[in-house]
C-alpha cells in the first residue's frame, strides 16, 4: 500500500478538502483507496459523516487490527477514523500493512507534531496545499526543515490560489504540480453534505482540478 500525505502547518489552505478529494479521484480511477484521518482535530472524520468511532488510528498505531478499525462510508474509499488522542503518539518507522488497499491518503494535524512528521517520512508523497497566505509559503519550507533533505524530493506543491511571484518563490525549491485548483461555492456545500465535492458537485471545475491532480499522482507512482 502505497501512501500519500497531505501536509500543510497553516490552517485554511485546503488541506482536509485535498485529502477528502484525491481519496475519492483516486476510486474513480479504480484504486482501493484507504483515507486517514491523522488530525486529532478528527475534522475529515466528521466531514465523511463518522461519529464516535469505536476504533481509530490510534488503536492502530498501538498494535489493533487495521481490518477492524476500518469504516465504510458514503462514498466508495474506507476510512480510518482520528482521534484526539493522536497527540499522545510519538515516532513511529512504519503504516500497517494495508492488503485490501492500493493506496493511502492522509490528513495530518495544522500544526508540527511527531505523529505528522512521522507519516511524511514513510510516505511516497508529500502534497503540501499552498494558498496565497505568506503561512502557507511558510509552511511549506517549515515541511522541508523538519523531514529532512533525505525527503524534500517527496514534496509536491499543490497550488491553491498562489500568485506569479510565490510560485516562482517556492517552484526553485520545490516541484509544484500543475494544476491549480480552483475555489468556490462548492466546497462550503460538500462540507454541509458531509461528502467530498467530487460527489456533490461532479462536474465543477474544482472536481476536475483533483481528478487531473489524482492522475498526475498515480502516473507518478507507476500505478495507472
Known sequence: MKTIVIASFAGGVGKTTTAHSLATAMCEYGQKTLLIDADPNATLTFLCGVENPRFTLLEVLNGSSLQRSVVS??????????????????????????E???????????????????????AEL????????????????????FVGLENVNKIRILDCGMNIERKAQLSSDFEVLE?????????RVNELNKVSVLTSA???????????IGYSILEELGMI
Open 126 to 145: 508529500i502534497v503540501v496545499p499552498v494558498s496565497d497566505s505568506i503561512s502557507s509559503i511558510r509552511a511549506a519550507l517549515h515541511i522541508r526543515d
Open 179 to 187: 494544476t491549480v485548483i480552483r475555489r468556490g461555492e462548492e466546497i
Open 73 to 98: 462510508t458514503g462514498e466508495r474509499f474506507s476510512l480510518l477514523p482520528g482521534s484526539a488522542r493522536l497527540n499522545e503518539i510519538s515516532e513511529f518507522t512504519s503504516l500497517p500493512e494495508g
Open 100 to 122: 485490501d488497499f492500493d493506496l493511502s491518503v492522509v490528513d495530518t494535524a495544522s500544526s508540527l507534531n511527531p505523529l505528522a512528521v512521522s507519516l511524511m517520512k514513510v
Open 202 to 212: 461532479p462536474n465543477s471545475a474544482i472536481a476536475s482540478d483533483y481528478r487531473e
